[in-house]
């Protein structure tokens, strides 16, 4: 089995940031690609940047020039450096990563959710 914790999330003012974490553990071979979801009240939960092995990155339109996912592949660590936070970035985030144990097909795990809130 495969774990992934997250923390760093929080209340914070507009405008100011945030750095999510992201660490899997357990039965893990190797780590693909990883990214992070986020889900807000009432709202469906879309995709908010996703990361490569090699590091190749994807952003949604709406986070793109304020958020940086980043890794650490010795740690099997995933990051999400949040900056000029608005309101309407809050939700609870998830992270997910598509992990292969030995032997087994590459299998997407995902994290328990960190709620971020922009608010004055």
């Known amino acids: 089995q495969v774990q992934l914790v997250e923390s760093g999330g929080g209340l914070v003012q507009p405008g100011g940031s945030l750095r999510l974490s992201c660490a899997a553990s357990g039965s893990i071979f190797r780590i693909y690609g990883m990214g992070w979801d986020r889900q807000a009240p009432g709202k469906q939960r879309e995709l908010v940047a996703t990361i490569t092995s090699g590091g190749s990155t994807n952003y949604a339109n709406s986070v793109k020039g304020r958020f940086t996912i980043s890794r650490d592949n010795a740690k099997n660590t995933v990051y999400l450096q949040m900056n000029s936070l608005k309101p309407e970035d809050t939700a609870v985030y998830y992270c997910?990563?598509?992990?292969?144990?030995?032997?087994?097909?590459?299998?997407?795990?995902w994290g328990q959710g960190t709620q971020v809130t922009v608010s004055s």
């Open positions: 997910n990563a598509n992990v292969q144990s030995s032997g087994t097909p590459i299998v997407r795990y």
